[in-house]
């Protein structure tokens, strides 16, 4: 192989060929020996092909046989972003286009809208415009500037590129490419050098056909290439012409390395790629064996193969008396080179299943030819009887695959297959593809293609969480996020992916748990490898049975769902009170992100308390972690990981607020001091408020006027500390002193009616009571370097944005120490920031509740999401199930974009074939009148004759309000009705 030119690596295949919708049903058409051809005469009742030979008299029996496709006028252009009215005038070859590139990149496992902007080019092999023919014979043609501009770009040859590369946003280039029946091979080859020159990162490369226009056809079978008989009997010696057909295949090609780096299903390998004419030949449609002997050569050189190594080829096939004795001789000449007698050159042609697709052709012979070297099957070669007489196949070392064979063994290197392709205007084509092994040496599984293994690292900016030969034990749920551009499509992809278990039935017996290996690929596939839409619901599940009954109840209330446009993030900090032990453990234990800050938290706290606060945290010793000197930095240290988690998943806040010791957390994430700096603040603060004084705390449920008059009240008739207002949440307040006058409160509010609860601490926070050390936790910070924050901070102490003339210093956390929490002032003010989604970082939800009751009843409230939740069991053992797949599901829900490489940090995954998007198809089409000229046997009344296989004889027509003309007689008010004897 040249190194100049590396090899190409097809990631992405998807077809819509007749009686293949796509590759899967086109190999078991293939492999069955199906043939798809149609005998459909002119007046059998067919409305597209009696409108398509309308008035065309004496037409051949050839033109009754095609290879159609079914329901060509169905598409779904509110997904490709295409007015219905435009819609009309668009070529069926850009709506197959469009959607077969679409088909093939999730084929991929590629996101298509995570395109815009990349160098990916597109390449369309395309010969014909009978769309826009027809439009011109229409009695419909476009009257305004609108109609017309769509008709124009709606039927021209460079539309099904052009549309492509316009809806996805791709910067590469975008070529029609018309070789008549070489066109779609020759766009390989253009792809192929345009990838190895580096003019093009990624390729789409497709081939497109209809059959419109009744008088081309006409006039191919007047030609006498056409076989009358209907059938494509390559190099048989009945062969007499192709039978036409239609469809649209598409491939995607990378170069190879970057494809294995990339993590890349990978169906097979380009090797090689040539393209000539056959210049100064007997004719300018007739092939020439020089030159095609010359092209296979060429292609063969630029792989680096010989021909004796390769196994299969997969032909032409014009299936005429001339076209199929020069492709033999030509392949004979090349392939029969060094090559054994005992092991021939296999050769078979799809044109005998589905007919000749012409610029469609090539590529379906390539799709064919990668499946044989995937599934190591070749399919039978049809109606091959009796070898055409016009070669010596004694001097042939060559031999048509007439009946199913296995592709033979190859003693462990890769089998290697040819594709050749020519075209009525003399050009021709050829390919070498390989077959791609896995890096152990073993081949494909016949039902699965090999997919390259990909290491997933954190996203963004983040430090590697693995340390080397770490590993990531086994995530024991997996979120599968699914979309539509509307409810029924959401109730589709739902539908489908039940269908999809059903299929994997005795795959999924064998584990069916969420950790499994399919279920876990399935979920990356999933997140990474589809566009991401409006209508959204993330699964979260942790077995097959789970999995099962969320995706029947999204099936069942899909139009439910109506689409969230968060725009504007709040971080909401958790504060004191809020700690359970086991928090965190599920996110330490599966998560590396999560697992590296807590260890740099407690690496901290080893050195300045020679301690394990992870052990406290986790349950693993008798320490009490209610003790504000476990609980400070315990908070601080969750906190902190929950803020990097959601980071890894490329959530960041605009707006940070925290509820007392919760703003240190929201000060780290706001850059005001480093990690492990603020982790040795929070150890300070936790130890220096464990030292004072024994006291309580109350929520009084009550106005914030009518607890500070109380407290005013009670502090003027005792002595001492006294009480004080330590924080103001909106619904309640919370007063914070001396034990006794704390019980005073409680009881001269509860005689009064009003709701009062003592809160679960022994400490009188945000109280007089702090201020014995609050002078040693100002200096604690002096050789801390403070920083401006990087994003708004909503302060304790103000309710308001910090300022650009304040610093986070020592004095603001003397004060907020000791001054109360002005959480619903705080709250306030995310309302006027015009936040909508504030997510909770800490172990249980507390603040999502108090912030609905505080948020402004004149603004709409925002979505709201708990990072984690308290374990519903008593298990030890439910501490280790994460919640946090939960959030991030509801954050999916909320319309954020999700970096989901988050979910997967540390793991080696893959991608699978999944279910694609399934398109809402409607009619679109040019509007015809049925054309009035009349053959034998029609009356002029009654219509067009109908003459069954029982003897019966019916009759058709179309009776619209202006024609027949007598129909204007009948009119009631203005009104035309039928006549009861019509």
């Not at 299969?312 to 392939?335: F, K, N, Q, R």
């Amino acid at each position: 192989m040249n190194q100049d030119k590396p090899p190409l690596a097809i990631v992405g295949m998807a077809c819509k060929f007749p009686g293949a919708a796509s590759i899967q049903d086109y190999w078991r058409l293939l492999v069955s020996g199906h043939n798809s051809v149609m005998d459909i005469p002119k007046g059998a009742g067919n409305r597209r092909i009696d409108v398509m030979f309308a008035d065309i008299p004496n037409l051949p029996d050839a033109c009754r046989f095609c290879s159609y496709l079914d329901d060509i006028e169905q598409f779904d252009p509110q997904f490709f972003r295409i007015s219905p009215v435009e819609a009309n005038w668009l070529d069926p070859q850009q709506r197959m286009m469009v959607e077969t590139s679409w088909r093939a990149l999730e084929d991929a496992g590629i996101d298509p809208l995570g395109l815009k902007g990349s160098l990916t080019g597109v390449y369309t092999g395309i010969s014909n415009y009978e769309y826009r023919m027809r439009i011109v014979e229409s009695n419909h043609k476009p009257v305004d500037a609108a109609s017309s501009l769509y008709a124009m770009s709606g039927t021209s040859m460079s539309g099904p590129n052009g549309r492509v590369s316009f809806f996805l946003g791709l910067r590469g280039p975008s070529k029609a490419i018309d070789a008549a029946c070489a066109s779609s091979l020759v766009a390989v080859n253009d792809a192929v050098s345009d990838l190895q020159r580096g003019k093009t990162d990624m390729a789409i490369v497709g081939g497109v056909q209809n059959i419109l226009s009744g008088h081309v056809f006409k006039i191919r079978a007047d030609a006498g290439i056409l076989s009358p008989d209907g059938q494509c009997k390559v190099f048989d010696a009945s062969a007499n012409g192709y039978v036409r057909g239609e469809g649209c295949g598409v491939v995607v090609l990378k170069r190879l390395q970057e494809a294995e780096a990339d993590g890349d299903k990978i169906w097979a390998v380009i090797k090689g790629s040539a393209v000539n004419h056959g210049g100064d030949s007997v004719g300018m449609t007739v092939p020439h064996i020089p030159a095609l002997e010359q092209v296979m050569g060429q292609a063969l050189r630029d792989a680096g193969v010989t021909a004796a190594e390769v196994d299969y080829v997969e032909a032409h096939g014009t299936g005429t008396s001339v076209g199929d004795p020069i492709e033999l001789e030509a392949m004979s000449a090349v392939y029969g080179q060094g090559r054994e007698p005992d092991r021939p050159l296999l050769v078979g042609s799809v044109k005998t299943n589905i007919g000749h697709l012409e610029s469609a052709a090539g590529i379906a012979g390539l799709i064919k030819a990668v499946l044989v070297l995937q599934r190591g099957v070749i399919p039978k070669h049809l109606h091959f009887h009796n070898p055409t007489p016009a070669v010596d196949w004694d001097k042939m070392n060559l031999r048509v695959t007439s009946e199913k064979m296995d592709l033979p063994a190859s003693n462990g290197r890769p089998r290697i297959a040819g594709i050749n392709s020519f075209g009525i205007s003399g050009t021709n084509s050829h390919i070498i593809l390989e077959e791609y092994l896995a890096k152990n040496g073993t081949s494909n599984d016949q039902n699965r293609v090999i997919n390259v293994p990909q290491t997933v690292s954190a996203s963004g900016e983040l430090e590697s969480p693995l340390s080397d030969g770490e590993t990531t034990p086994q995530r024991q749920k997996r979120l599968l996020p699914l979309s539509g551009k509307s409810p029924a499509a959401l109730q589709s992809i739902a539908e489908n992916y039940l269908q999809w278990l059903d299929e994997r039935g005795k795959e999924i017996t064998l584990n069916g748990s969420a950790a499994a290996p399919l279920f876990a690929d399935m979920a990356w596939t999933a997140a990474m490898g589809r566009s991401h839409f409006e209508h959204r619901s993330g699964i979260v599940f942790h077995d097959e049975a789970s999995l099962r009954q969320k995706l029947t109840a999204l099936a069942d209330s899909a139009e439910n769902i109506r689409p969230q446009a968060a725009t504007k993030i709040a971080f909401a900090y958790t504060g004191q009170g809020s700690q359970w032990t086991g928090m965190g453990r599920a996110i330490y234990e599966c998560e590396p992100v999560a697992r590296a800050v807590f260890d740099r938290c407690e690496a901290i706290f080893q050195a300045e308390r020679k301690l394990s606060l992870l052990d406290a945290i986790f349950g693993r010793t008798d320490c009490d972690l209610s003790n504000t000197a476990w609980e400070q930095p315990a908070l601080y240290a969750l906190e902190c990981a929950l803020t990097a988690l959601w980071a890894s998943m490329g959530i960041q806040p605009s707006v940070v607020i925290g509820h007392s010791v919760g703003e240190l957390a929201a000060a780290q994430a706001a850059g005001v001091f480093s990690l492990e700096d603020g982790m040795r603040f929070a150890i300070t603060r936790g130890a220096l408020f464990a030292e004072t004084d024994s006291g309580a705390m109350a929520a009084v449920f009550a106005s914030p006027a009518q607890v500070a008059s109380t407290v005013e009240e009670i502090n003027a008739s005792t002595q001492g500390i006294g009480l004080s207002v330590s924080a103001n949440n909106g619904t309640h307040q919370v007063v914070s002193g001396p034990i006794a006058q704390i019980q005073s409160i409680i009881e001269r509010f509860e005689s009064e009616g009003i709701r009062v609860r003592r809160l679960n601490t022994s400490k009188a926070f945000h109280s007089a009571m702090m201020e014995p050390v609050l002078d040693t936790l100002e200096a604690s910070l002096s050789e801390i370097a403070i920083q401006a924050p990087s994003l708004k901070v909503v302060s304790n102490l103000t309710g308001e944005v910090v300022g650009s003339d304040q610093t986070l210093d020592g004095a603001y956390w003397r004060r907020h120490g000791r001054e109360a929490v002005a959480f619903a002032s705080g709250v306030q003010t995310l309302a006027e920031l015009g936040v909508d989604l504030i997510i909770e970082i800490g172990p249980r939800p507390i603040l999502t509740n108090m912030v609905a009751l505080a948020w402004p009843e004149s603004e709409r409230p925002p979505f709201m999401i708990s990072s984690l939740q308290v374990p519903s069991g008593d298990m030890p053992e439910d501490a280790a199930k994460s919640d946090f797949e939960e959030a991030v599901a509801q954050a999916y829900q909320a319309g954020l974009t999700i970096k989901f490489e988050g979910l997967f940090t540390g793991e080696v995954r893959r991608r699978i074939q999944l279910p694609g998007y399934p398109f809402l198809r409607d009619h679109y089409w040019i509007k015809e009148s049925k054309r009035r000229g009349f053959s034998a046997g029609d009356h002029p009344l009654l219509g067009s004759r109908r003459d069954f296989a029982s003897g019966e004889v019916a009759y058709e027509t179309e009776v619209f309000r202006s024609s027949p003309n007598w129909l204007q007689d009948h009119q009631v008010f203005g009104r035309v009705i039928a006549p009861g004897a019509l």
